[in-house]
């Protein structure tokens, strides 16, 4: 049974990111979906509501799971026993920090680890969980750009800040 990871903040999901969970499935057997917790970052959404919100958005596509973690990756990743980590690349710019942690990875885990880029689709290809939450912040209909189980919880954030 082939396993990966696919790590991110999810802070909120989008579509892109959903692009690539589906992709990933027809790739591996299991993926599980990790969602860093990391108070450094200060997200907008706490990382139980990132959690749930990608429990929901991932219903009905199968062999996905959803989980929080906190740490390094490369500790997580072992006590899963998974040793593919995916990262999606949109551009140019996300290459130079990728390959950095990529290898990073690797090398502490004692080659252990290895990383698996998928490039976006071009659909996606601009789309970030900061523009959204900019977009979303300022009014704008975020429609196109994350599941619509998270529109109104989007809402909500900006409504209480
Ligand atoms: P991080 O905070 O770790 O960069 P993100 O939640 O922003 O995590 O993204 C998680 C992963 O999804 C990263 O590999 C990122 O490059 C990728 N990703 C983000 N947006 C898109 C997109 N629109 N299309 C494809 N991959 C994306």
Known sequence: MKSAIYP???DPVTNGHLDI???SVNIFDEVIIAVLNNNEKSPLFLVQERVNMLKEAVKGIPNVSVE???GLLIDFAKQKD???IIRGLRAVTDF???LQIAQGNRKVSGEDLDTIFLTT???YAYLSSSTVKEYAKYGVCVKEFVPESIIPLLEKKFKDR
Do not use: Q
């Open 8 to 10: 991110g903040s999810f």
């Open 21 to 23: 969970i589906k992709r």
């Open 68 to 70: 929080a973690f906190s």
């Open 82 to 84: 998974v040793h593919v």
């Open 96 to 98: 130079e920090y990728e």
């Open 121 to 123: 689709s071009l659909e």
